[in-house]
């Protein structure tokens, strides 16, 4: 069984300042109002925009409220790269995409910082709200204080980007303009409930039911599966690069397992995809199934890094020819995602 806390209710805006209630009323109708269109999938090439996700309309509508000085600063050409390589591809699990300009900072007005906050609540799922924002909370002091934003390539004329950046974040909104991938590029989030160190049961994490679901299935492997699916050593978190079909990922493969063990497989899928909003689930989904689904993909287990020495496995990685999931739960929760609908796909990723 999952124990979960309660996190069933949206983002708290009711109480605070007049001046308060009206920034957190605009951002919270903005961001509902995000995931509702957010189940229609983006196409380039929109004629109005009106029919744009609201995540997608409010990149646009920040970029075109941007001073010179601040696209300066902040903007980059489509493949702008410096020591990191492509940058709207990389990733890390702990970065700032332009460290000097923090959301909350006086960098941007009050109606920048209500869109930005609008685009990111409107980039999860409604019911996820306060488990992000705990997050946030527990390993950045809170929303917008340590986090900073990037916007790539021209929102409203053609390809864009927009990546938001901190400690246990990498999240992106690209409308389909990154060809071929999900989540506009590779995500990470994470978190750090009680400290560096975790315990083993890691108390308060809010992403830890995921490896509990995921333990949930190998408890249904039976001995030889466990053979299959138990590896000795974690790879580097950070290594998560797609190995193609003929890669050789560890783990057990999921088209092996009995009927009722692949359906506890969909709903680790589902565990994973489950935070995020429609548009990019859907997304996910469809990279998947064009490499084989699933089914084409291997479970690994890894002894090292096992908190408590309990057979409950902190670190396990979900891989198939162009999906990663990497899950490291060890000494806290690090997840590091990167998914495709073919391998080749470059990324740049730091741990």
């Not at 830890?208 to 001995?223: E, T």
């Not at 580097?236 to 999921?254: K, T």
Request: hydrophobic share 35%.
């Amino acid at each position: 069984m999952d124990h979960r806390p309660d996190y069933s209710h949206g983002p708290d805006y009711s109480h605070g300042k007049e001046s308060q209630l009206s920034r957190r009323g605009f951002v919270q109708s903005v961001s509902v109002a995000a995931v509702a269109a957010a189940t229609v999938v983006p196409s380039r090439g929109f004629a109005d925009e009106a029919v744009k996700p609201v995540p997608e309309s409010l990149v646009t509508k920040l970029y075109n409220t941007l001073s010179p000085a601040q696209k300066e600063e902040i903007c980059f050409d489509w493949d702008h790269k410096d020591d990191r390589g492509l940058l709207r591809m990389h990733v890390s699990n702990n970065w700032q995409i332009t460290g000097d300009h923090k959301i909350a900072s006086g960098f941007y007005t009050k109606d920048q910082q209500d869109m930005i906050e609008a685009l990111f609540w409107g980039l999860y799922a409604p019911d996820w709200h306060d488990r992000i924002k705990k997050q946030l909370q527990d390993d950045a002091g809170g929303y917008g204080k340590e986090q900073s934003i990037a916007i790539f390539g021209q929102p409203g004329t053609g390809k864009f980007e927009f990546v938001m950046t901190g400690r246990h974040l990498t999240i992106r909104c690209d409308g389909n303009s990154v060809d071929h991938v999900a989540f506009g590029g590779p995500i990470f989030y994470g978190h750090a409930a009680s400290g560096f160190d975790e315990e083993p049961d890691h108390p308060g994490n809010v992403y830890w039911y995921q490896a509990q679901k995921a333990n949930g299935l190998f408890k249904m492997l039976d001995g030889k599966q466990r053979e299959q699916a138990l590896v000795q050593q974690v790879p580097r978190e950070s290594q998560v690069h797609f190995g193609g079909p003929d890669g050789r990922p560890q783990g057990i493969v999921i088209s092996d397992l009995s009927s009722d063990q692949k359906d506890h497989a969909q709903q680790v899928l589902q565990a994973l995809i489950e935070p995020y909003r429609t548009a990019d689930q859907e997304e996910v989904r469809k990279c998947l199934k064009a490499q084989g689904g699933l089914e084409k993909c291997r479970l690994a287990f890894y002894k090292s890094g096992d908190l408590g020495n309990d057979g409950v496995w902190d670190n396990w990685r979900l891989e198939g020819p162009s999906f990663v999931w990497h899950y490291r739960g060890t000494p806290h929760v690090h997840v590091w995602v990167n998914i495709a609908d073919n391998p080749s796909v470059v990324i740049t990723a730091k741990g």
